[in-house]
């Protein structure tokens, strides 16, 4: 069965600094996608980042990066120069070739950022 | 572009009422459709996914079923509700490996 764990409930960061949140995954897969989604106060999902399994080159969007670990099955977020706006709540995503050939999406339990002025 | 609708936005149902969540997508054929449930302070938990026409994957057992009428119709059905299906539903939508895309979402409140 595919796993996705974020094991960091709650993460503060001063505004302007860096912070990374946590994720590990687990998958029989060996062609795979992972996520990340922010989900502000208005509840609405929105794409922050992508990493294809094959790709060993860390994806990158302007200040979020991730640093994907493959044989660790590790995918952190690293969000560098925190804005207010970041503020929301963080969900790792893991998607592969589901039972019937379709491709499942499953989430982590996600990790709520606070941004301190 | 690709846009997806969900409705009703909320809805407040009595225990033991039926349940009719429904979901359309624009702008794209043959996409792969999912329904996740969030409840409060919680993570994503998916429920069902189809990948076409009347395929539906069933990820958790309950009391919800999905059914797919059309490619781009999803809709999440209850014929009694528990107060524990209360939470925020959200339908979501993808082709191939690409991201799935999320619609505004239904927040349902059973009392």
């Known amino acids: 069965a595919q796993t996705v764990t974020q094991s960091q409930p709650e993460m503060s960061v001063q505004e302007a600094e860096t912070v990374t949140l946590s994720c590990t995954y687990d998958?029989?897969?060996?062609?795979?996608?992972l996520f990340w989604y922010k989900q502000p106060p208005s509840r609405q999902m929105i794409l922050v980042i992508r990493?294809?399994?094959?790709?060993?080159q860390n994806a990158t969007e302007n200040r979020f990066s991730v640093n994907f670990q493959k044989a660790a099955k590790s995918f952190s977020l690293k969000i560098s120069d925190s804005q207010l706006g970041d503020a929301a709540m963080y969900f790792c995503?893991?998607?592969?070739?589901?039972?019937?050939?379709?491709?499942?999406?499953?989430f982590g339990a996600g990790t709520r950022l606070f941004v301190k002025a | 572009s690709q846009t997806i609708h969900q409705w009703p936005a909320t809805l407040v149902q009595p225990v033991g009422s039926p349940l009719s969540l429904e979901c359309t997508v624009e702008?794209?054929?043959?996409?792969?459709l999912y329904w996740y449930r969030q409840a409060a302070g919680r993570g994503l938990q998916l429920l069902f996914y189809?990948?076409?026409?009347?395929?539906i994957s069933s990820e958790v057992p309950q009391n919800l079923s999905a059914s797919r009428p059309q490619d781009r119709q999803f809709i999440l059905s209850s014929k009694k509700l528990l107060l524990s299906d209360s939470g925020f539903y959200l339908c979501?939508?993808?082709?191939?490996?690409?991201?799935?895309?999320f619609g505004p979402g239904t927040r349902l409140t059973v009392l």
């Open positions: 702008g794209t054929s043959n996409p792969n």
């Open positions: 189809s990948v076409g026409i009347g395929q």
């Open positions: 995503a893991l998607g592969g070739v589901g039972y019937t050939g379709g491709f499942k999406t499953i």
């Open positions: 990493q294809e399994a094959y790709k060993q």
């Open positions: 998958t029989s897969e060996s062609d795979y996608y």
């Open positions: 979501a939508w993808s082709v191939g490996p690409s991201p799935v895309l």
